[in-house]
């Protein structure tokens, strides 16, 4: 019986056969349709709705060139004996069933078309930095077996990737690389080292079958920002914090930032964000501080380990496209013999506090000014009255070492010389005069206070 049903459908004038295509909102698809060598020279055409009054959306008689018609595009490929049409900006409205027709005398040659539309955001600009990296997300629901990854730059070089093996992370050619993170349901294509030469139109197709392929267009915008530096080199003690500090441009700031860590051929093993200005990322190995209004990325890295030898400062858009804008390069020592001590990784909110201090006086330079003369002139003040302090304290030990205390009456004596009056007298009477002189021994006391 299914011998039978084979045949009969196989009889049926016009049945060809019948293709299942899958595209996204925003992008594009290209379906390929078969015919008999012998039907080249007639007319193609791409209808829509059911057969019987099925609209057309393109019909050429042209061969061996592209035609258009809306965004609708068809190529006669009359070598091959296929031709393949191509719908762009597709909408969920576009879902339908399709059909690809070869005029002929009687009935039509045929090949049924059941087109979905996924809803996603349209990818139109993705902005990278001179000497950085991106990361490009595509949606990507429908994983496919060993997809065909063609990237090509309009009027420039392509650059093939086969996804082999979705367990084996990135697989790459030359500066592109491109991942299959089917948890996401996402297709990921990373493109390194940017140059402004790179900025132009991209395509990116997926060639799901020989019958059909998904594709996206994108304009990629390279820019030499002279915020940024591209490359940054710090020490480390093993085990010990490491300081990170990134300038990013000012068009992102209202975006998500990030720190990554580069292992080996992984791209992002692993990956810290804030999406907050002035507020620290949760409690871990790398902690992120944003401050919007300086533009400035701030991070401390803890436990730090040889493996700790690549960073990336980074923007993230919200659709998840990442611009990877300054290289972190840490140099990781065995002991800590720098000239100046990291925090300790036991101390976190420390390091908080230490970072947001020095963010705070960085912002208030005049402040500063007046606060450091201000306390110059109260320690050379305090320097004054500790001199005086001292000196008291000297001159208290001085007297107490001659015996005398702060309670005690000093006594004068005196030693006297008596001259009686009967001598004075007599003295008087004569003509030569005589000097009396009284003698004292004055004793004076050896404190000075007395």
């Not at 990781?332 to 970072?355: A, F, G, H, I, R």
Request: charged share 25%; proline share 2%.
């Amino acid at each position: 019986m299914k011998i039978i049903l084979t045949f009969t459908l196989l009889m049926i004038p016009g049945v060809v056969s019948s293709i299942s295509v899958t595209g996204y909102s925003g992008g594009g698809v290209t379906i390929t349709c078969k015919y008999d060598e012998g039907y080249a020279a007639n007319k193609k055409y791409f209808c829509k709705g059911q057969w019987s009054n099925c609209t057309d959306q393109i019909k050429t008689d042209e061969k061996d060139k592209w035609v258009h018609s809306g965004r609708f595009s068809l190529y006669d490929d009359t070598r091959s004996a296929v031709f393949n049409v191509t719908i762009r900006d597709l909408k969920e409205q576009d879902s339908d069933t399709y059909w690809c027709g070869t005029e002929r005398v009687g009935k039509d040659l045929y090949t049924e078309v059941n087109l979905e539309v996924i809803r996603d955001q349209p990818i139109r600009s993705v902005r990278g930095y001179s000497g950085g990296n991106v990361i490009i997300n595509f949606k990507y629901e429908k994983q496919e077996v060993s997809p065909l990854i063609n990237i090509c730059k309009t009027g420039g070089q392509c650059f093939t990737v086969t996804i082999t093996n979705r367990a084996a992370g990135w697989e790459q050619d030359g500066r592109f690389s491109v991942q299959d993170d089917r948890s996401a349901g996402l297709l990921r294509v990373f493109i390194r080292d940017l140059n402004e030469n790179d900025s132009g139109e991209y395509q990116i197709t997926v060639k799901v079958s020989e019958e059909n392929s998904f594709f996206s267009e994108f304009n990629l915008i390279i820019r030499d920002d002279d915020c940024c530096v591209k490359s940054i080199s710090l020490s480390a003690a093993a085990g010990g914090s490491v300081n990170i500090s990134c300038k990013y441009p000012q068009s992102h700031i209202s975006d998500v930032k990030f720190l990554c860590w580069r292992s080996g051929a992984d791209l992002c093993a692993e990956e810290t964000s804030v999406k907050e200005s002035r507020r620290w990322s949760p409690e871990g190995k790398i902690q992120l501080y944003d401050d919007r209004e300086e533009q400035l990325l701030t991070g401390s890295i803890s436990h730090v380990t040889e493996q700790d030898s690549e960073y990336w400062c980074g923007v993230q858009s919200d659709q998840g496209h990442k611009s990877f804008i300054t290289r972190v390069l840490i140099h990781v020592t065995e002991t800590n013999d720098l000239n100046t001590p990291y925090p300790s990784s036991s101390s976190s909110s420390s390091v908080k506090t230490q970072m947001i201090t020095e963010m705070t006086l960085t912002s208030l330079d005049t402040t500063s000014t007046i606060t450091g003369s201000a306390v110059i002139f109260i320690s050379v003040l305090v320097l004054l009255l500790i001199g005086v302090l001292m000196f008291l304290v000297a001159v208290r030990k001085n007297k107490e070492a001659h015996g005398f205390s702060g309670d005690e009456v000093t006594h004068v004596s005196c030693s006297y010389v008596t001259v009686s009056k009967t001598d004075l007298h007599s003295d008087l009477n004569h003509t030569d005069t005589r000097t009396t002189v009284v003698y004292s021994a004055v004793h004076l006391p050896i404190n000075p206070s007395d």
